[in-house]
């Protein structure tokens, strides 16, 4: 029982600190939508990792879009697409 107890300890821990990610420049700034309509007129330029869009802590995801200058995130639900769109086209959150 005790091994068991000891491993969702440091499986929480190891929860707890993916929530602690420091955002990038910008990304703040990067909006996800599930909506491809919200993304139509919008140029993609990035493919986002399926397990940044899964992280307790979107700034993981928002930060591998800020590399590909990208202010939109289409998840697709088996990770994401990166968008760059113009300013009348970001989607609201």
Do not use: W
Not at 29 to 40: E, H, K, L
Not at 82 to 88: F, L, P, Q, S, V
């Amino acid at each position: 029982m005790n091994q068991v107890a000891s491993g969702c300890i440091i499986m929480m821990l190891g929860a707890l600190s993916a929530g602690c990610v420091t955002p990038a420049p910008g990304a703040d700034d990067v909006t996800i939508t599930n909506n491809p309509a919200d993304v139509s007129a919008c140029t993609a330029v990035g493919k986002i990792d399926a397990e940044a869009l899964i992280s307790l802590d979107r700034h993981v995801a928002q930060n591998e879009a800020v590399g590909f200058s990208a202010n939109v995130i289409l998840n697709t639900g088996r990770g994401g697409v990166a968008y760059r769109c113009g300013k009348a086209a970001v989607p609201s959150e």
